[in-house]
Structures are given as structure tokens and as C-alpha cells.
């Protein structure tokens, strides 16, 4: 069955055309190979009783106690939810004689964000994309935290997220490293960390929804600047030798990035996971709080071996090129600027008071109280804007 070769993984890749028998009697042929590891593969297959629709079939090979129970919980975790940005799974099951343990799930034809990102413009996205490519990933996590318990993905990363051909919304894949999150449970070391997606408690403590949030401010860095950030392990070793994190704020690897959108992914990737946000929710408004920064559309593919260069139509960028317009606005959302329009409107509120009552000057107090109504609807207007 096997073909023979010097290298091992090979000799335990299943070919084409061989059928694997599912649980139910199904029977599942092999189509090609997806991938491989150091324990398994995923294949690409074809049910023989529909053979119009294709499945992935994830497999892990001869695994120990630790891996299959691994395996099975990355299944049972699938099947029982429902999201749009999530892969849908059918069926899990064993083959004894083979030694390996399967998932069928639903083939997600696309190409990933890690691979997209290769062939952009200095290897990066603009901010409006990536707000938009990012999303329905965002939105999936919030999906995942809101379970009972909550989920925690841990290997959030650019080469986890897929846009499928034909389609206008990201998925969020590979729930191999997933863990239900119980306060107070057991830590879990992982084995096979994704530097510099990583946090510091996936290297030796345990993990909490907190950890998605560094792997998402991880990828967030990664789609903006074209630079992965440094690891985990490398930045604690380096601030305990010189008292400072090596980290560069994205902005300054891209100009173009607002400050406050650089300051909310520096605040996700802190070491410390206290010091991070408490819920993604949190830190998704922190980027998407200027209204400049609304999401652009993304381009749908129509191949996998495309090369095309993921861009913004034109009428969304001219929407967002006015430098003045774009400074008025983060002026009136700045706190500060809010503060001091506040004591400005009560100072004229005490003149105009202490005019009328001294000198009943009321013509130069109906002024000052239309000045005050003036600057107080400009006041509401940056509340609410």
C-alpha cells in the first residue's frame, strides 16, 4: 500500500485512488495530498456516493495518548459550532489497522494571508484591507470566547487564515493547538509554538483567551508592517539584559499606521498578559474607533495560483485621503480637545451670567449665549462622531 522510499514520512503518506472507509460506511477516495507533517497529512478527497463535493481529511498517524486526544478534542470542538469564518467538520473517526485517527471536514480552496502577503507591495497591507480581511476572524473569536467554556485557538496567524476562491470573507483554520480556557484548571505547556505569534505563557504557563489576543495583535503587526514581530522569549531576555523591549511600535516600521492603532497592538502584544486587553472586543474597537478607518472590500479570487495584489477601490481611497479633514476629526475625538471645549463652554456660560446680572447688557448676553450654543452642538457632534 505504502510505497518505499529512504525517508519514513513517505513511506507513511497514503497514495492516490486509495479509499478510506469512514465510520458510517462512508468511503472516501484519495485525491491528492494538502500537506504534511511530522505526523500525519491532510488529503484532499472525494466521497464515492457524491462525488460533486470535496472534503479534507485530516489525519494524525500512530499517535500516542497525548496527540490523539488532541486530535479527537479539535474535532468534538469543530462539530458543535456554527460561525461563517469557522471550517465545518463531519465526522471523526479511527482506523485500527492503519493506525491513524481522521476529521472530515469541509475543503476550504483558497489561499492564505501568509501567502497573500508575499506578493504585496513591500509585503504588507493597508489598514483599511486589513481591517477587512480581519473582521469575520475577529468576529470568530469573539464566537469562540463566548463559549461555555470559553475556547482558546492559540496559533493565530496569517498562515492560519484562508481566503477561499470565490469568496468575500476569511476563515480562521487549524484548531489543532485549541484548548477549552476553565479559570483555575490545569496550566498547558504546547510543544510547537509559532514564533513571534506566540505569547510568553505558551512557552511554560497556562493560557487564557488573553493569549488569542497577542496572537491576534501578532498577526495584526504582521499584515501591517510586513515584519513579523519579534518572540516571545526573545524580547523578555532581551528587556532583562538592557531594561527595554526591543519591540517597535508598528508605526514606526510604517509611517502610514495612526498612532492609535500602532499604541492598540503595542497594548496586545505586551509580555504581561494583564497588561493586554481583557476581551478581543476591546481591542477591535480600539481599531476601528476613527472613522477614516473604515473597512475596504475585498477583491474575490477566482484561482489559487493567482498572484494579484490585494488593493482598495478607488472610491474607498479617495474617501480617506483628506489630510485636513482626517486631523479635524482626531481633533474632536481627542480627550483632551473635549476637556478643554467643556471649560471653554462653561467660562462663557459665567461671563455671559455675570454680564447680564452687573450691567443687564442683554444684547452682548443673547451673543455670547449663541456662541455657547454654537461651540455646544460642535461639542455633542465629537461625542457622537
Known amino acids: 500500500m505504502f510505497r518505499e522510499g529512504n525517508v519514513q514520512q513517505e513511506q507513511l503518506i497514503l497514495p492516490r485512488r486509495i479509499t478510506v472507509r469512514g465510520p458510517s460506511g462512508g468511503r472516501y477516495v484519495i485525491e491528492g495530498l494538502l ?23 485530516k489525519e494524525v498517524i500512530n499517535p500516542d495518548k497525548r496527540d490523539r486526544e488532541r486530535f ?15 471550517p465545518r467538520v463531519y465526522h471523526v473517526f479511527e482506523n485500527d489497522r492503519l493506525k491513524r485517527v481522521y476529521i472530515l471536514m469541509d475543503f476550504i480552496k483558497g489561499r492564505d ?3 497573500l502577503r508575499g506578493v504585496q507591495p ?40 484562508i481566503v477561499p476562491i470565490g469568496a468575500d470573507e476569511a476563515m480562521l483554520v487549524d484548531f489543532g493547538s485549541a ?11 504546547i510543544r510547537h509554538s509559532s514564533p513571534g505569534y506566540a505569547a510568553l505563557e505558551q512557552y511554560g504557563g497556562g493560557t487564557t483567551p488573553r ?4 496572537g491576534l495583535g501578532a498577526t495584526f503587526y504582521t499584515l501591517l508592517t510586513g515584519t513579523v514581530p519579534l518572540d516571545a522569549i526573545t524580547r523578555v531576555t532581551r528587556r532583562r539584559s538592557s531594561g527595554i523591549d526591543p519591540l ?5 516600521l510604517a509611517p502610514s499606521i495612526p498612532t492609535a492603532v500602532a499604541q492598540a497592538i503595542q497594548r496586545a502584544l505586551s509580555l504581561s498578559r494583564d497588561e493586554r486587553f481583557e476581551t478581543v472586543e476591546q481591542f477591535w474597537q480600539e481599531l476601528t474607533v476613527l472613522p477614516t478607518q473604515q473597512p475596504a472590500q475585498i477583491p474575490r479570487f477566482t484561482s489559487v495560483n493567482t498572484s494579484q495584489h490585494l488593493t482598495i477601490p478607488e472610491q474607498d481611497m479617495k474617501s480617506k485621503m483628506s489630510t485636513f479633514w482626517r486631523h479635524q476629526r482626531d481633533v474632536l475625538h481627542s ?26 447688557i442683554w444684547g452682548l448676553t443673547l451673543l455670547l449665549l449663541l456662541c455657547i450654543g454654537v461651540l455646544l452642538s460642535l461639542f455633542l457632534l465629537s461625542i457622537r462622531y
Do not use: C, W
Request: glycine share 6%.
Open 248 to 252: 517597535k511600535s508598528a508605526h514606526l
Open 335 to 360: 480627550r483632551k480637545g473635549r476637556v478643554l471645549l467643556l471649560l471653554f463652554l462653561i467660562l462663557l456660560v459665567t461671563i455671559a451670567v455675570g454680564t447680564a446680572f452687573f450691567t443687564h
Open 35 to 57: 500537506g504534511k507533517g511530522e505526523s500525519g497529512a491532510v488529503y484532499l478527497v472525494r466521497d464515492r456516493r457524491d462525488r460533486q463535493h470535496l472534503f479534507a481529511l
Open 211 to 214: 493569549t488569542d489576543i497577542y
Open 113 to 115: 494571508l501568509e501567502a
Open 179 to 189: 484548548k477549552e480556557y476553565v479559570a483555575g484548571g490545569p496550566t498547558t505547556v
Open 72 to 86: 479527537i478534542f479539535e474535532a468534538e470542538v469543530l462539530k458543535r459550532l456554527d460561525h461563517r469564518a469557522l
Open 122 to 161: 513591500e509585503q504588507r497591507f493597508p489598514l483599511p484591507l486589513v481591517l477587512a480581511l480581519m473582521a469575520p476572524i475577529v468576529d470568530a473569536i469573539m464566537y469562540l470566547h463566548r463559549q461555555d467554556p470559553p475556547i482558546v485557538h492559540r496559533d493565530i496567524k496569517p498562515a492560519n487564515i
